[in-house]
Structures are given as structure tokens and as C-alpha cells.
């Protein structure tokens, strides 16, 4: 699969998370999240960069404990919770998030 | 994403949907799941692509299969029609496709063994139906065995015992062993022989979580609970989902393991290369891999020097710890022999609990309605304890030795009847979730009998799967996801922290 973003053709898998994550740009996030039905607020973006902060230190999306734990310091202690993350990412923080954020699926049992 | 598919309907004051609904002819044909790419069957030992000659080679591998287990050649031959098994699986109940009845998927692979393997499929294949192995059975097979979670529990109702999960194993070992692979179960596989767990989680990402769990639970509870890592000398080696380390609810039952673990005063050890209680190795029918994956157990017992090995709330890891770990990667000679080797996190607790080693408050559970789900490979492949049906005992005496409000689901449904959640067996994927969340219709109505008749607010499994796969489809039969817990979770909350250590 393939995404189109300002007359520039990205790789996607099969449920569009990007191939080459070093791709990634903002308006390919806004892609993305259009795709899915979501409009990109301020707070979405402090996911989404905080997932890519961690990405590039660890090579892996942070549990989601580690992300509830840092939105909290962020945005507040009442929004570091999954129910705010689901709040914004309806298909589940880890995925969805990951996905606008250029990073590929998490696997296993989650 | 999935094209858009209505959800079960649940009916009032039943457990299990009697009579089995009317079947509808390829009501999942449908269903694919998306195919592995060429480095994810290279990584585990299989072709990249499908093969030259693909229909040659999968009959040979069908062959060595059956002349290599008597068992899978009994249940090839053995089936005589009888029909006990066609509304026992949840797959069927839940989409309605008669593929989907256990017989019917059995004879994908029968017919094909009859066409090559038997004297009247060679000479009258019509007589007996024996098929010729071609692309359009490849196909129905891909999708059909990618239908099946593997649970077992037709083969309580078969007469002879035929075990469709054992079929559906081998059906994805041959097709594996022609280069058609599914790209769930073998991305995780091949990911597990490098980084040590299904979910590619590094040693210093572990770390990380790990060190930022301890600030949590001691800033929730006052108290510093450790959640140890690589410490070489400790008593016990704990092997856990790498979902234990990531996802909700499953971390609500790692900190109830620490909690338990720091309480008793047991020294204890998470390993960063052997950093994962799951082997998928099973679904896929691979023996190769499923002892390569085990071996990194045993290396990491040896090398930390532990005296003991206890397993976390997963269920096919439990099948493969309790089933197979000693023919795999044993002996465990190097363990203390005073010690089941290996041993459940449950049945752990359950002793712990015996011998007044913790100090329960029920009463901090009073907010939970609890109902248990059975996981199937728990249920129907394995044992706890010493005594017959022990995995149904012990984990529903923790709960309630830590809980007051606990109801069980109808008889039908739970200890060997237990249904499957409808994620098992490597189908725990986004790609399969029209089935998913059909799969999980049986349990869902059983559960539904409980909710409405004593208030059930909570659904507590021991597996991984299950928790993912019920956090995922709770919402489309109109339950709050967070309805599904971790039975450490439960455990977790009514320790006393403070009163014994």
C-alpha cells in the first residue's frame, strides 16, 4: 500500500503503518490521522512526539504505562490516564497512536 | 480495515445458544489473515514465498507429518460422522460458516490425506472425499485454519478424541513448509529468536519500564516493591507474556506477582533474554522452533542460577512449560527438586495462601462482582496442583481468598467446557477481527447470564491472549472494557503490604 502526501508516494503495510519511519512528517501524520477519522489536537501531537522521543531512544513504543505516566507530567495528572489516551486515540493508544506517529505496529499479545 | 460486519446478537437467560444457530454457507470465506512476508518465514526456518511445486511438497510434508505422530494419523482415520462435534465450536456458533464445525475442518485435511495417503482415496477419491491438492484448497485452508484458536474443546465432545487442534497445527506447518506463512504469528516468532520477546521489547526498554513500575507502585503504596532484572543468584526465574510488561491489564497482574513475591520474601528475577512466557512455535504446529524458543528458558535459568522457575498468567505457555518444557529443554535436574518444575504463578499463590504466607484483605475487592474465565489451554491441556481438575480449583480459590463477591458462568461453559475467548492460537490480530469478535459470542453470552443475574462486574483471566482479546470485544456486547482483569491484579489489591514482610 502506499500513501499520497503533497504529490509525494510513502510506503505503507497492509493496515498503513509506515515501511521507513525516517519518511515521517507532520503532514504525514495529518495523513494518516485524517484516515482514521481523527483531528490532530495539541495534546494528540504530545503523543505522538513523545512516542517518537522514545522510539528513538529505545527502538520500541513505551508501554503503556510509560505513556500514560509521561502525558501525565505533560498535560496534567488528570490526563495521565488510558482512559484520556483512549479519549484520543479511540483505536487504542499503542496502535493508532503509533501508527501517525511512523512507527511500526506493536506485536504479541497486546 | 475490516469491512464492516454486525456483532452476535446475545439472547436473555441463557448460557448457551440451544439450538445451534442455522448454518450459512460461506459466512467467512472471507477470512484471511494477512500473509507473512519472505524475512518472517526466513527468520523461523521456512521459504520466503510459496514454492515451485508447492502442491507436491505440501503432500510430502503431510505425509512425513502423519508417518511422525500416530496421533494425527488416528484422527485422520478415525472420524466416523457422527456429529457431536459440529455446534461445540465457538468459531461456528459465533459466524454460523459449517466450515467452521469442527468435522468439516478436519476434512480439509483428511480429504487430502485420503487422495495421497489411503488405498480407497488413490483408486476411488470420489467414493471417499479425496481430494486433489491444488490452489483452491490452499486457499480455503489459509483461511479456515486461521479459524480454528486451537482450544480443544471439540475434542471433549468427540467420541474417539479427535483433537482438531493437532490438525490445525499440522494444516500451518505445511503451509509454512511451502513459504505460506501468517504474518502474525511469524513476524513475533522470528522476533522472539532475536530480541527474546513477542513484542521486540530490547533489555533497555525493559529496564526502563521496569525501574518506572517501581516508582509507580511505591508512590501508590508507600511501599518499595521491586521489580527485579538479570539479578544472578535469585531463587526464582519468573517467565511472563511480554504483554505483562506493556499492556493493560496485564500490568496490573505483574505488579500483583511483585506484590506477592515481596510479600512471601522470595527472591526472584525477570530474565531480559528469555523475556517472554509465550510460544508461538505451537499454533503453527513447529517443533523446530517451539524448542529453540524453550532452550532460551533453560539457558537463562542457568546462567542466572535460579533455583526455581515460575510462570506468569499466560495459557499456551503454560500448555508448553507443563506439557512439553521436558522434552524440550530438559532436565530441569539443575532446579531444587522441592519444587515443581516448572510452576504456576498460581499455584505459587495458592500455596502461599495455605501456609497463611499472606495477608489477604478481601474486603479491598469488595467493589468487584468477579467471574473467572477458564483459558483453554489451561483448562483442557494442562494441570495445577496435586489433585484432578486442579486448574479449575486453585485459581478459583485465590480469588476467593482474596475476594468476597465471586460467581461462577454456567457449568456448560467453564472448567473443560470452557469456551475459547475467541483470540487464541495465533489469531490475536487487527486483521482478524470480524472473527474475534464473533468468536467471542459464546463467552460473551455466558457471561451475560452472570451480569444480569448477580451483577458481574469483573471478568478475570490467567492469559494474555484472553485479556487482549476480551479488552478488544467487551465493548461490542456493550461491557465496559476494563471489565477484564488480571487474577494478580485481584491478588495485588487485597495484599497488606507492610503487615508481614
Request: aromatic content about 10%; charged content about 25%.
Amino acid at each position: 500500500m502506499a500513501l499520497e502526501v503533497g504529490g509525494k508516494t510513502v510506503e505503507t503495510d497492509e493496515e498503513g503503518y509506515l515501511e521507513n519511519r525516517d519518511e515521517w512528517n507532520m503532514d504525514i501524520a495529518k495523513a494518516i490521522a485524517e484516515a482514521e477519522n481523527l483531528d490532530m489536537t495539541d495534546n494528540h501531537w504530545e503523543v505522538v512526539n513523545f512516542l517518537r522521543e522514545y522510539y528513538d531512544e529505545y527502538q520500541i513504543a513505551p508501554a503503556v504505562r510509560v505513556l500514560t505516566k509521561a502525558i501525565g507530567k505533560k498535560l496534567g495528572k488528570d490526563k495521565g490516564n488510558s482512559k484520556y489516551l483512549y479519549e484520543l486515540f479511540p483505536y487504542g493508544p499503542a496502535k493508532q497512536a503509533c501508527k501517525i506517529a511512523g512507527l511500526p505496529k506493536p506485536t504479541g499479545c497486546v | 480495515m475490516a469491512a464492516k460486519f454486525d456483532t452476535p446478537e446475545l439472547f436473555e437467560n441463557i448460557a448457551v445458544i440451544d439450538p445451534p444457530p442455522k448454518y450459512e454457507e460461506g459466512a467467512m470465506a472471507h477470512s484471511r489473515p494477512f500473509v507473512a512476508k519472505p524475512a518472517h518465514n526466513e527468520g523461523i526456518g521456512y521459504p520466503g514465498e510459496l514454492v515451485d511445486n508447492w502442491e507436491e511438497k505440501a503432500v510430502t510434508r503431510l505425509g512425513e507429518l502423519v508417518d511422525g505422530s500416530r496421533a494425527l494419523r488416528t484422527f485422520l482415520d478415525s472420524c466416523v460422522k457422527c456429529g457431536a462435534c459440529t455446534d461445540k465450536c465457538h468459531y461456528f456458533l459465533g459466524t454460523k460458516d459449517p466450515k467452521n464445525m469442527p468435522v468439516a475442518r478436519q476434512d480439509l485435511l483428511r480429504s487430502i490425506y485420503r487422495r495421497y495417503y489411503t488405498f480407497a482415496g488413490k483408486h476411488f477419491p470420489k467414493l471417499v472425499g479425496a481430494r486433489d491438492m491444488d490452489k483452491s484448497v490452499l486457499d480455503e485452508w489459509y483461511s479456515y485454519f486461521h479459524q480454528c484458536s486451537q482450544c480443544r474443546r471439540c475434542s471433549v465432545f468427540c467420541p474417539y478424541g479427535i483433537d482438531t487442534a493437532e490438525i490445525s497445527m499440522a494444516a500451518r506447518e505445511i503451509m509454512d513448509s511451502v513459504g505460506l506463512g501468517q504474518k502474525y504469528c511469524n513476524e513475533i516468532l522470528a522476533k522472539v529468536h532475536v530480541v527474546g520477546n513477542n513484542l521486540g521489547l530490547p533489555e533497555p526498554a525493559l529496564a526502563d519500564t521496569l525501574e518506572g513500575l517501581e516508582e509507580d507502585v511505591e508512590e501508590d503504596t508507600g511501599v518499595a516493591i521491586r521489580f527485579p532484572l538479570d539479578v544472578k543468584g535469585a531463587d526464582v526465574l519468573l517467565i511472563t507474556p511480554s504483554a505483562d510488561f506493556f499492556a493493560e491489564p496485564h500490568i496490573d497482574g505483574l505488579i500483583g506477582y511483585a506484590k506477592v513475591f515481596h510479600q512471601a520474601g522470595i527472591s526472584w528475577t525477570l530474565s531480559s533474554y528469555a523475556s517472554e512466557a509465550a510460544n508461538f512455535s505451537m499454533f503453527i504446529g513447529s517443533g523446530d522452533n517451539l524448542k529453540k524458543v524453550a532452550m532460551r528458558i533453560r539457558d537463562a535459568a542457568i546462567d542466572l542460577g535460579v533455583k526455581r522457575i515460575i510462570v506468569g498468567e499466560c495459557g499456551h505457555a503454560w500448555r508448553v512449560a507443563y506439557s512439553f518444557w521436558n522434552t524440550l529443554a530438559g532436565p530441569f535436574d539443575f532446579l531444587d527438586p522441592k519444587y515443581p518444575a516448572p510452576q504456576h504463578i498460581v499455584e505459587f499463590t495458592y500455596d502461599l495462601i495455605q501456609r497463611g504466607a499472606l495477608n489477604l484483605d478481601k474486603e479491598a475487592n469488595d467493589h468487584r462482582r468477579i467471574t473467572f474465565h477458564d483459558s483453554c489451554n489451561v483448562a483442557r491441556a494442562s494441570r495445577m496442583g496435586d489433585m484432578p481438575g486442579g486448574q479449575f480449583i486453585l485459581p478459583r480459590e485465590v480469588i476467593k481468598a482474596a475476594a468476597n463477591n465471586f460467581f461462577d458462568m454456567a457449568p456448560e461453559t467453564i472448567h473443560e467446557n470452557t469456551f475459547c475467548c475467541g483470540g487464541g492460537g495465533g489469531l490475536l490480530t487487527d486483521d482478524l477481527m470480524e472473527l474475534r469478535v464473533k468468536g467471542a459470542m459464546p463467552r460473551m453470552q455466558a457471561l451475560k447470564q452472570v451480569v444480569d443475574d448477580h451483577d458481574v462486574n469483573t471478568l478475570v483471566a490467567i492469559c494474555a491472549i484472553c485479556k487482549t482479546q476480551f479488552a478488544k470485544t467487551l465493548p461490542y456486547y456493550n461491557n465496559p472494557m476494563s471489565m477484564i482483569t488480571s487474577l494478580h491484579h485481584v491478588v495485588g489489591d487485597a495484599i497488606q503490604l507492610g503487615t508481614k514482610e
